[in-house]
């Protein structure tokens, strides 16, 4: 059983905001970044955005920088990813990962998956 658990998927329109979240156990929270990567159909997995343990660190993709907001809530064990002006090509399913904190990758290695959440922007 995965140790991350999505929430907060769906349809949207172009331009449209989005809110995924990611809860875990208090030993990954503090041990590992979390952040989120992305599979559209027929291309890899990619890396969107991470944010270190500590929360002092963070990593975009160059595609998603100045849409996408990634944060922590210590109160909850969970990270948080703002997604806003959305693109058809955002469309994918996302992926909660957690793993050592990378500054080209995101994460690297990912050490814990989520079973992924689905995003749609469509109009």
């Not at 769906?10 to 990954?28: D, E, F």
């Not at 064990?77 to 990758?105: K, W």
Request: aromatic share 8%.
């Amino acid at each position: 059983q995965s140790q991350l658990v999505e929430s907060g998927g769906g349809l949207v329109q172009p331009g449209g905001s989005l809110r995924l979240s990611c809860a875990t156990s208090r030993a990954v929270f503090d041990s590992y970044a979390i952040g989120w990567f992305r599979q559209a159909p027929g291309k890899e997995r990619e890396g969107v955005s991470s944010i270190s343990h500590g929360g002092g660190v963070t990593y975009y993709a160059d595609s998603v920088k100045g849409r996408f907001t990634i944060s922590k809530d210590k109160s909850k064990n969970t990270v948080h990813l703002q997604m806003t002006s959305l693109r058809p090509e955002d469309t994918a399913i996302y992926y909660c990962a957690a793993g050592p904190f990378h500054r080209q990758h995101g994460i690297q290695p990912v050490l814990s998956w989520g079973q992924g959440t689905q995003v749609t922007v469509s109009s």
